[in-house]
């Protein structure tokens, strides 16, 4: 339709303006003869004094609070019940998608207000400061700028690799739903999830909470790892590609961080974080593999920043230029940016159903790429 193509320009004309200017910010920062420190001085290593009691439930809010919501509002008969197991009508993914960005504020206040609850833990405390912004800005951008390539060429190796052998590729729901030529709103509300709210969310989790909690344990990174490898036995029924995945970069990680070395603990849970942050995305195979190189900047990021704003600044940066890919329709192979999530659930009851096994559902975004040829078959 004529207007809806004008308004996909618009709407890309109109992100990659606001990026243009965070640019021109950046820049400007940079020229400044009296400018603040790149990084801050003296490095130190991540406070954490939060029990691993506070972490637990955090990561239960992140996951479980958008899935009880719409099993409330079934429940109340204010939302369908669908089978998860099938694929999901245009109206249904947009009704979790509302519902997604109607929660995600109380899923993020709850989130501070567990770690407040439990150890009075400020939001300043987890990295959320803003008195650096502008040089969190600049390294934003660089990190987006040297990144972004990185990611896009992985994502395209990974999707050769995977039609060349047969392994089945899942195109993400925004991708269906950017098929299927939604309404304005139904953009506005895409670009929300994932230039706003799945920046803020998942990186408050993370590297707020999870990587600087990790990074103080030997331990840390790996219990991490672990629980990438049990999200990829969880779609061992599906496909074996995730569980490999997770087995052989955990090797490799524990590996390159077994020999002692100065911030080991530190590796460790950038590593152990970055691979869980790319497992929650399995569904929509092959974007873990992309993502977990992503995952690594956005750690690096933060543990270097000692703070969330660059981090944040670069997953936005990221998304926003996935986003404008799908409104420009060049991404026809591999998903757009999406809202912050929880894993699929094995639950198949009727009665209840909840969204956790529906695409719409999954965590941050894997890069659009041009795929060397049509879209295979159905993050």
């Not at 009296?34 to 954490?48: K, M, Q, S």
């Not at 060349?164 to 670009?191: K, M």
């Not at 920043?305 to 799908?326: D, E």
């Amino acid at each position: 339709m004529p207007g809806n193509v004008t308004f996909r320009w618009t709407a890309a004309a109109g992100l990659l303006a606001l990026m243009l200017v965070g640019l021109a910010v950046a820049g400007r920062w940079r020229l400044r003869p009296n400018r603040l420190p790149l990084f801050p001085r003296p490095a130190r290593y991540p406070l954490a004094g939060w029990s691993g009691s506070e972490v637990a439930l955090a990561l239960f809010v992140f996951v479980a609070l958008p899935n009880l919501a719409v099993a409330a509002l079934q429940s109340a008969g204010l939302f369908p019940v669908f089978d998860p197991s099938e694929p999901l009508t245009t109206e249904t993914q947009f009704r979790l998608l509302v519902v997604k960005v109607a929660i995600s504020p109380l899923m993020i206040a709850a989130m501070f207000g567990v770690m407040w609850a439990g150890s009075r833990t400020r939001p300043r405390t987890l990295g959320l400061r803003c008195w650096r912004w502008q040089p969190a800005l600049y390294l934003g951008y660089v990190c987006y700028l040297v990144v972004t390539p990185i990611v896009f060429g992985v994502q395209m190796l990974a999707h050769w690799l995977n039609q060349r052998f047969a392994v089945q590729v899942e195109p993400h729901v925004l991708q269906r739903l950017g098929e299927q030529d939604p309404t304005p709103l139904t953009w506005l509300l895409i670009g929300l999830t994932a230039v706003v709210i799945a920046p803020l969310s998942e990186e408050l989790l993370f590297r707020g909470i999870m990587m600087p909690w990790l990074a103080r344990r030997w331990w840390g990174g790996w219990s991490a790892m672990a629980g990438a490898i049990a999200m990829g036995f969880a779609a061992a029924d599906r496909t074996i590609a995730p569980l490999a995945f997770s087995l052989v970069v955990s090797l490799l990680s524990i590996a390159v961080t077994f020999p002692r070395m100065p911030e080991q603990g530190v590796r460790r849970a950038i590593l152990g974080t970055a691979l869980l942050f790319a497992m929650f995305h399995y569904t929509f195979w092959p974007h873990p593999i992309p993502l977990f190189v992503l995952g690594i900047a956005l750690g690096w990021l933060a543990h270097r920043s000692r703070g969330l704003l660059a981090p944040i600044f670069l997953h936005a940066l990221f998304n926003a230029t996935s986003l404008i890919m799908i409104l420009l329709g060049l991404a026809n192979s591999s998903p757009p940016p999406s809202p912050p999530s929880s894993p699929p659930s094995s639950s198949s009851s009727s009665s209840s159903s909840s969204p956790t096994r529906g695409p719409s559902w999954e965590a941050a975004a894997p890069p659009p790429v041009v795929a060397p040829e049509a879209s295979p078959p159905r993050p």
